[in-house]
């Protein structure tokens, strides 16, 4: 995905269709000059759904289509009849799509799995015909329910990606050149800081044709829960991932120190992210000899840990069988 095609934020406008009037007919004929009331009921008006599809990957189609409106209900008619239904408007998002209200920030809902379907704003009611409305005392009722009005709602709609595994690590440690390696994925690789600019996927193979997401998620620094490098942009696509693979340099200075770094940027954010499986990848590590891993493994977190060198391919299958172990937890 290039960084001018992934949007995962957008604000839209929504307008349900009001409903169909019921109606006042009475029965009226060349045989019948004194009918009862046979008014029929009006037709609900549109609703606005959203629908998650697994072939889409960003919500860029949102972005020129802000304005979203469903069509008016029928109304009722003679011989009680039923007007149409208005209507419904289908939006197709990703999987993985959070629905929050614009003016409250309350969480409406959100779609996971592939086909769902949700209203997000409800059509109004159609109105009852003076049929519903006729009685021993009142056997000619002229009056009849009117539709329900159309309704209003501006909504937020965010992308959190979806995957078995979510790479975590300060920008330039490896986590694309990884990711490029294990699949098929071809995120953009560069020396300097901030290469990578949105999320990107690759599905890794693993033994007997099994398979696991990878998500890249954009460097973290530290202070990104305040805004600083890139922000809580994407902080908030590591929420949906199953596993969290924090990937440090072996050149750094304390590996031990920017794992904590990297664990507190996310407790800042949401502490609920520390209660998700963490693995540790020591990046680079071709550059180091047995003796020096050895001393280097003395003071590493207590999580699970592998050695790895995405270039020269060290350690690769060792961090799949980790990752997949982790997983299956």
Same mark, same amino acid.
């Given at each position: ?150 309704? +209003? ?6 992308? *959190?990606? @979806?995957? $078995? %595994?979510?790479? &975590?690590?300060?920008? =330039? /440690? ?115 000899? +047995? ?6 493994? *003395?003071? @590493?977190? $207590? %999580?699970?840990? &592998?050695?790895?060198? =995405? /270039? ?18």
């Amino acid at each position: 995905m290039s960084g001018s095609n992934f949007v995962d934020y957008v604000k839209i406008f929504c307008r349900s269709g009001a409903g169909g009037n019921g109606s006042t007919h009475l029965h009226r004929d060349k045989l019948t000059m004194k009918g009862g009331p046979d008014g029929g009921d009006g037709g609900r008006g549109g609703h606005i759904v959203i629908r998650a599809n697994a072939q889409l990957w960003t919500l860029i189609h949102l972005k020129f289509s802000r304005h979203v409106f469903a069509g008016d209900g029928g109304s009722g008619s003679q011989s009680r009849s039923t007007g149409f239904d208005g209507e419904d408007k289908v939006i197709e998002v990703p999987l993985g799509t959070v629905a929050r209200d614009a003016e409250t920030g309350e969480v409406i809902f959100d779609v996971t799995e592939d086909g769902e379907e949700k209203v997000l704003v409800k059509g109004g009611r159609g109105g009852l015909g003076n049929w519903h409305f006729r009685s021993s005392t009142n056997q000619t009722p002229r009056y009849a329910q009117s539709g329900g009005e159309r309704v +209003e709602r501006s909504v937020i709609l965010e992308l *959190k990606v @979806l995957a $078995d %595994v979510g790479l &975590v690590g300060f920008p =330039s /440690v490896g986590k694309s050149t990884l990711l490029s390696v294990v699949s098929a994925a071809k995120p953009k690789i560069a020396e300097y800081h901030f290469t990578t600019l949105v999320p990107n996927l690759g599905i890794v193979a693993y033994r007997d044709d099994r398979s696991f997401i990878m998500a890249d998620i954009p460097g973290i620094i530290e202070g990104a829960h305040e805004g600083r490098g890139l922000g809580l942009r994407f902080l908030r696509h590591i929420e949906r991932n199953s596993v969290l693979l924090f990937m440090v340099a072996a050149d750094s200075n304390d590996i031990h120190n920017e794992y904590k770094i990297l664990l507190n940027e996310l407790k800042q954010f949401n502490p609920e992210l520390l209660d998700k499986q963490r693995l540790l990848a020591i990046t680079k590590s071709d550059m180091l000899d +047995e003796e020096l891993m050895d001393e280097i493994k *003395k003071d @590493l977190p $207590d %999580v699970p840990s &592998v050695f790895i060198s =995405s /270039v020269a391919q060290k350690g690769i299958m060792e961090l799949k069988d980790m990752i997949w172990k982790a997983i299956n937890e």
